[in-house]
């Protein structure tokens, strides 16, 4: 079983739909979580850390449950730029490395 | 400011050829990573460098793989013998926070490896 898991899509949305991704990760151990986002042939950026007590930043909204061990991000409005990959990633107690998800592929479409 | 760069951007090896990929992490950032991510899969990790000092190398594949940091600033990885199942993107990170603090990682560019 693969530490952190994800539906690998694709996602395919009209501009302006809400789409949701979950994840779930394996190791109760983990202690960071956060949200890259990849688009093709670029490398892994940023979106946004994953804070238990859920939080938001503009049209993105990320929700933790650590008793489910189980990752979400919403998008709102969704945009033609929001077109890409987005991986789960965690971080374990104790160590620096991350340990991404296989991705999952939003496409938005007009 | 200048950001995480890699090179070759691409690289194309025969079989059994030694490589080397290089990284310039953000000047200044304490800690350095490499992943290896095939095609349609996330990066997984392979070693991770504080400084000079190689911390954690358990996620390199075989002996082939080798990387460095000799003065705690640029990095290169060398694969020996190359062979096809190496082929892959190597992406290199960096970040400015020490052993076991987690958070945000810079990525380079990565380098396209492919192996005839």
């Known amino acids: 079983r693969k530490e952190v898991e994800q539906d690998p899509g694709p996602f395919n949305v009209p501009e302006g739909a809400t789409v949701a991704f979950n994840c779930t990760y394996s190791?109760?151990?983990?202690?960071?979580f956060f949200w890259y986002r990849q688009d093709c042939r670029k490398e892994p950026k940023l979106l946004m850390s994953v804070y238990s007590s859920g939080n938001e930043d503009g049209r993105f909204t990320a929700q933790l449950n650590r008793a489910s061990q189980y990752i979400s991000l919403l998008i709102r409005d969704s945009k033609l730029s929001d077109s890409a990959t987005y991986l789960c990633?965690?971080?374990?107690?104790?160590?620096?490395?991350?340990?991404f998800g296989a991705g999952t592929r939003l496409a938005v479409h007009p | 400011g200048a950001g995480v760069s890699q090179s070759p951007r691409y690289k194309v090896a025969k079989r059994g050829q030694d490589v080397a990929l290089r990284c310039d992490p953000i000047s200044g950032h304490v800690s350095l990573f490499w992943y290896q991510q095939a095609l349609g899969q996330g990066p997984e990790f392979l070693t991770y460098?504080?400084?000079?000092?190689?911390?954690?190398k358990s996620g390199l594949p075989s002996d082939r793989f080798f990387a460095e940091r000799p003065e705690g600033s640029v990095s290169t990885l060398k694969i020996q013998r190359t062979q096809q199942e190496d082929s892959a993107v190597y992406l290199c990170?960096?970040?400015?926070?020490?052993f076991g603090r987690g958070g945000e990682q810079f990525f380079g560019p990565g380098t396209r490896l492919t192996v005839l």
């Open positions: 190791n109760s151990a983990s202690q960071s």
């Open positions: 990170a960096s970040s400015p926070l020490d």
């Open positions: 460098f504080q400084n000079e000092a190689q911390l954690d």
């Open positions: 990633v965690v971080n374990m107690r104790g160590y620096n490395k991350l340990i």
